[in-house]
């Protein structure tokens, strides 16, 4: 059974500080990791996608793959008040046309 | 704009009804996806389609029927085998290989009256 966890939080940060999410895997086959944004009510945003150990920077935003650890992060710089929301980790296996499996999410608070 | 549409927003469903929900992509996407979501969880997979014509079953299909017979279309049936249908119904669509992304339709809110 492939599993993801994240811890639901919630995670309160404050604002312009760094929020860090973190991401475990059970697969050792899964190829590339996702981070979504999902805002309550929403359907989720594509962040980031990661496929290669080592750390990938999109703005504020950098994930980190370690794949020895099973260990995906998220990391947000400068956090703002609009980036309160539940942050989803997934992962897929190669190709990732069989469907990613998804964490329960971390909730984000940014305090002002 | 290219996108997917999920039809209706908001959905209820009387005991023993059938219940369609409509996912419409304009990507030119090979791959769709049906995922549930229940308060507090992740998604879980409910079945998924690589190409026209074939579909195969995710973790929880049962209660759950499916079809592909245009690239752009991929409708979900909750039959009255799915016990507890009140959830929140998302698509996505990808491309497939090393640069995909998966992405989500609106969702659709089902509730069983």
């Known amino acids: 059974q492939k599993e993801v966890e994240q811890n639901s939080g919630p995670l309160s940060v404050p604002e312009g500080a760094i929020a860090s999410l973190n991401c475990t895997y059970s697969?050792?086959?899964?190829?590339?990791f996702f981070w979504y944004r999902q805002y309550s009510g929403k359907s989720p945003e594509l962040i980031m996608f990661i496929y290669s150990n080592g750390d990938k920077e999109d703005g504020r935003f950098t994930a980190q793959l370690n794949k020895a650890s099973q260990y995906v992060s998220l990391l947000i710089r400068d956090s703002q008040p609009s980036d309160s929301a539940t942050y989803l980790c997934?992962?897929?296996?190669?190709?990732?046309?069989?469907?990613?499996?998804f964490g329960k999410g971390t909730h984000l608070i940014i305090q002002p | 704009d290219g996108g997917i549409t999920q039809s209706p927003k908001y959905l209820f469903r009387k005991e023993g009804q059938n219940v369609t929900l409509s996912c419409e992509q304009n990507l030119n996407h090979d791959a769709m996806y049906w995922y549930r979501q229940d308060p507090g969880q992740g998604l879980r997979l409910i079945y998924y389609?690589?190409?026209?014509?074939?579909?195969q079953k995710g973790d929880i299909a049962e209660g759950y029927s499916v079809s592909r017979e245009k690239k752009e279309s991929f409708p979900l049936t909750v039959t009255s085998a799915q016990k507890n249908p009140t959830a929140f119904y998302l698509c996505?669509?990808?491309?497939?290989?090393?640069?995909?992304?998966?992405?989500f339709g609106s969702g659709t809110r089902l509730t069983v009256v």
């Open positions: 389609s690589q190409i026209v014509n074939d579909f």
């Open positions: 996505a669509s990808s491309e497939t290989g090393e640069n995909y992304g998966y992405t």
């Open positions: 997934a992962a897929a296996g190669w190709g990732g046309a069989d469907g990613l499996t």
């Open positions: 697969d050792r086959g899964s190829q590339s």
